[in-house]
């Protein structure tokens, strides 16, 4: 889609096969209001959807990644109206509806529904000195958008009580260092780099063995060790049927490079 359609976004194609969505709404610190959720989901509709984008970048500003949720929509909400709308249920569409890796890249503030924005990611990356964290309690409120249920896979549970019962934030350097995020970098510059370097190398891969890949790691996350360890058996079987495996294999016994078709 044409980027002056969005107002709360920016999107783009960065490198060959590499999608970018840049959150860009900076006098609220990239705070996620319906509406850009709205304009988020829509572009990310539309990469999955594009036959050309093989990965995607998820980005804000050096300043803010997102500042949370949006709390002057927020703060007159009922539970009625709330619960009949289903408030941020329309968030996860990021993880359930695109099988397209997702890199996030993280800079500067990413608290609340933020940090939550951020662990819908498949892979963080984030600057050093990044400011992570789940301050609802401060608000009277606890996290909204998988927050609880995220954090504590990645950091555990006594660390993510600590997290969410004080809601004090923790730094880039701790989120690599817990395994909340995959790197941290010195500057900015360098995250973007790397983020578009990691999308670009994911993106010349086989299309149908990246999704396969994701679909498999994000199981270890909803079932027990036996059940997914034969999810991902089954996937594994399932990949001989594809023409990337034959290509792949072949390309290395010829010592030669694979060009993937995506079948
Ligand atoms: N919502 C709305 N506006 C915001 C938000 C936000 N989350 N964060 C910042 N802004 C606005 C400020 O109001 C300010 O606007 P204005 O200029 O009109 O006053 C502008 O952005 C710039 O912010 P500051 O002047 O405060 O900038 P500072 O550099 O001084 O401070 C901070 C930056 C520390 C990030 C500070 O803005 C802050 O504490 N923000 C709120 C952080 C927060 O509490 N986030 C959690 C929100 S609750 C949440 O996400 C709930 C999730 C549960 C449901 C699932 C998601 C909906």
């Not at 590499?18 to 990310?44: D, M």
């Not at 995220?150 to 969410?164: D, N, Q």
Request: some cysteine; proline content about 4%.
């Amino acid at each position: 889609p044409a980027e002056s359609q969005y107002e709360f976004i920016q999107v783009s194609e960065p490198r060959p096969g590499v999608g970018q969505v840049t959150l860009n709404r900076p006098k609220a610190l990239n705070a996620l209001s319906t509406p850009l959720i709205t304009e988020l989901n829509s572009a990310l509709l539309s990469f999955q959807q594009s036959p050309t984008i093989r990965a995607i970048v998820l980005t804000g500003s050096e300043r803010a990644f997102a500042a949370g949720a949006d709390i002057k929509e927020m703060a007159p909400l009922t539970f009625s109206k709330a619960f009949l709308d289903s408030f941020i249920e329309s968030w996860s569409n990021l993880t359930f509806t695109v099988k397209k890796p997702i890199i996030g890249a993280v800079s500067g503030h990413a608290l609340g529904g933020g940090c939550e924005l951020a662990l819908m990611t498949d892979i963080i990356y984030c600057t050093k000195t990044a400011n992570f964290g789940q301050p609802e309690i401060k608000l009277g409120t606890i996290p909204g958008a998988g927050g609880s249920q995220r954090l504590t896979r990645a950091v555990g549970k006594s660390k993510a009580m600590e997290l969410i019962l004080t809601g004090k934030s923790f730094s880039g350097e701790e989120a690599e260092r817990w395994g909340v995020a995959a790197r941290a970098f010195d500057s900015y510059e360098e995250l973007m780099e790397q983020a578009l370097k990691t999308a670009e190398t994911i993106a010349g891969y086989s299309k149908v063995a990246v999704q396969a890949a994701k679909e498999v790691v994000n199981k270890s996350q909803e079932v027990g060790l036996r059940d997914g360890v034969e999810y991902e058996r089954r996937m594994f079987h399932a990949l001989f049927g594809s023409q990337d495996q034959k290509i792949g294999m072949k390309a290395f016994a010829e010592k030669g490079k694979a060009k993937w078709v995506d079948e």
